[in-house]
């Protein structure tokens, strides 16, 4: 013969955990009002604290000219960086092409080293012509 916990017992464990909660957030909520969301409760806080962003806001370098100069300088090093990139792609394809022409058993593809010079070309042409034409129009010196 079992004996059957009612419901209202079974469950008080839980029951007592979200009366906890709920009281700990109602208090705390309360005690937010109360000081009027700030240990000081002074009225004018707000207004200090927005004249004191907009001061170091003025006085920040993170405006319209620093941004552009930065993405100048980064686009002409992103520039040079494809172009050093196609320069030694071609070169490493030129030198697999030659050894492959030179040697009658080479086991690297002809077909895939003059891709490689092609790419590499065509990278560095993009990038030298991207940075110049970049550095031409922005009037930006290296």
């Known amino acids: 013969m079992t004996m059957e916990v009612p419901m209202n017992i079974k469950d008080i464990y839980y029951r007592s955990l979200v ?3 709920m009281l700990g957030l ?5 005690l937010a009002q109360a000081t009027g969301g700030s240990a ?3 009225p ?3 207004i200090e604290f927005l004249k004191n962003s907009r001061s170091k806001a003025s006085s920040s370098a993170l405006n319209a000219s620093s941004i552009a100069t930065g993405g100048n300088n980064a686009g002409i090093v992103i520039s040079i ?4 990139v196609g320069i030694g792609l071609a070169g490493i394809s030129g030198v697999k092409l030659y050894k492959s022409s030179q040697d009658d058993n080479a086991r690297e593809d002809a077909g895939r ?4 010079i092609v790419v590499g070309s065509a990278v560095t042409i993009l990038g030298v012509i991207i940075g110049v034409v970049t550095t ?7």
């Open 19 to 21: 009366t906890a909660t």
């Open 26 to 30: 109602s208090t705390m909520s309360a």
């Open 40 to 42: 000081s409760g002074d």
């Open 44 to 46: 004018s806080a707000p």
């Open 81 to 84: 960086i494809f172009a050093v």
């Open 113 to 116: 080293s003059l891709a490689g």
């Open 136 to 142: 031409y129009m922005t009037g930006a010196s290296t």
